[in-house]
């Protein structure tokens, strides 16, 4: 299970760039986005990269996926979101922090899966 920490300039990027996750990249959302302090998010980007940021995020989500750490940073790559995707990794020492953050941090709005819960098949005769 991986951790994805996005950070953007609105949350209409935001909100693209969990949709391209998750059409594009093929990942599946373990849980609903939830929001984070731009502020703290751009602490933990600086210290994963450990250089500073050009730019400064205005808004900032974090969830988890249900496929692993290296399989996720792989389609990530192949696709090109609208604001700035980073896979936290366990190995940081800033994935428990934001785990933590995560536990009592409020749902981000405007999110909704495009993958259907059920699996059986939609009957589209007409009768």
């Given at each position: 299970m991986a951790l994805i920490l996005i950070r953007g300039d609105n949350n209409s990027k935001l909100l693209n760039a969990i949709a391209d996750i998750e059409r594009h990249a093929k990942l599946?959302?373990?849980?609903k986005p939830q929001k984070i302090d731009s502020n703290?998010?751009?602490?933990?980007v600086e210290s994963i990269l450990n250089s500073p940021l050009r730019t400064k995020s205005k808004v900032a989500t974090a969830f988890f996926i249900k496929e692993d750490i290296t399989l996720a940073i792989m389609q990530i790559k192949k696709i090109h979101p609208p604001a700035h995707v980073v896979v936290v990794s366990d190995e940081y020492e800033e994935?428990?922090?934001?785990?933590?953050?995560l536990g009592d941090a409020p749902i981000f709005g405007g999110y909704y899966s495009?993958?259907?819960?059920?699996?059986?098949l939609k009957d589209y005769k007409k009768t």
């Open positions: 599946s959302l373990n849980n703290f998010a751009d602490d933990i994935y428990a922090k934001l785990k933590e953050k495009s993958k259907s819960n059920k699996t059986e």
